[in-house]
């Protein structure tokens, strides 16, 4: 009969081997071990995902659970607040502030939390916590593909290197990042399956020049490099006369994206605009 430890060796070794490759496309890192669970980041390709302490013998074949240090930047109702503006334990705390979207985490008695922005009937959090999230390994399911532009032929073509999307800004530190409390570097764009909105950091810039014909839309968002990485449809947006000063700060916008008609660009359509 084995032993605890031999029996803990033997996962390990079935485990590492499927670990030794590095991760072939972006990939998705989950809140369950499931990937109908909502996603709370991505690692980018190449990355080697290390299970987190204690979890190999609990996480399913396939899967890997990894820490994520955080912080993260969630959203709770308004009304799973205390007297004290404290979170209630047990409150959902989710990716969007929206019923619809996906939970991050359940509250717990003694998070650290910052209330950083009011939504409507939402609050919208900074959360100091390590939470554990899951990468599937064991096969495509994982793999979150480029939005595809149908061509001629009928067959899809991804979207031209340059115009990659950043993620959510809710986990500085994790895979992937350049350093701890650094924004997350930018990722493939979202399946094209996926109609799901989501948040969106960079720079607030006009694409209205008086010296190059007009853009497509009139403003768009740039990395910490300067350069473009999608235009901004800004029509669902109220009180858009105010939106000049935003121009050449750092904001952070929740929006679904897309492809642009000529399949060149990613457009994302904001619903909320705020300065990061």
């Known amino acids: 009969m084995k032993t605890k430890p031999a029996i803990l060796a033997a996962l390990l070794a079935a485990v590492v081997p499927a670990l030794a490759a590095p991760l072939a496309g972006t990939t998705a890192v989950h809140t369950k071990p499931d990937d109908a669970s ?53 409150a959902k705390i989710h990716l969007a502030p929206k019923e619809s979207a996906g939970v991050l985490t359940l509250a717990e008695k003694n998070d650290k939390t910052k209330i950083t922005g009011l939504h409507g ?62 924004p997350a570097p930018t990722i493939a764009a979202a399946d094209s399956a996926s109609t799901l909105p989501r948040q969106f950091a960079g720079k607030f810039v006009s694409t ?19 350069k473009r990485y999608a235009y901004l449809d800004v029509s669902k947006l109220l009180l858009t006369e105010q939106i000049e000063k935003y121009v050449g700060h750092k904001v952070v916008v929740f929006g679904t994206a897309r492809g642009s008609a000529d399949g060149k660009d990613i457009v994302i359509t904001i619903e909320t605009l705020q300065l990061k």
């Open 121 to 182: 009937k939402w609050t919208q959090i900074r959360l100091e916590r390590t939470l554990i999230g899951y990468v599937n390994i064991g096969g495509a399911p994982g793999y979150v593909p480029p939005i595809a532009t149908a061509t001629a032929g009928g067959s899809a073509t991804p979207p031209p290197a340059e115009a990659a999307l950043s993620p959510a800004p809710v986990a500085p530190g994790v895979y992937g990042t350049a350093a701890p409390g650094q």
């Open 208 to 226: 209205q020049s008086p010296f190059r014909p007009r853009r497509p839309f009139d403003w768009a968002l740039n990395d910490d490099a300067g």
């Open 38 to 90: 909502p996603a709370i980041t991505f690692l980018k390709a190449g990355t080697d995902p290390v299970p987190a302490p204690g979890t190999v013998a609990s996480t399913p074949a396939g899967w890997v659970a990894i820490e994520l240090p955080g912080p993260f930047e969630g959203y709770v109702i308004n009304k799973d607040l205390n007297k004290s503006l404290d979170i209630i334990p047990g």
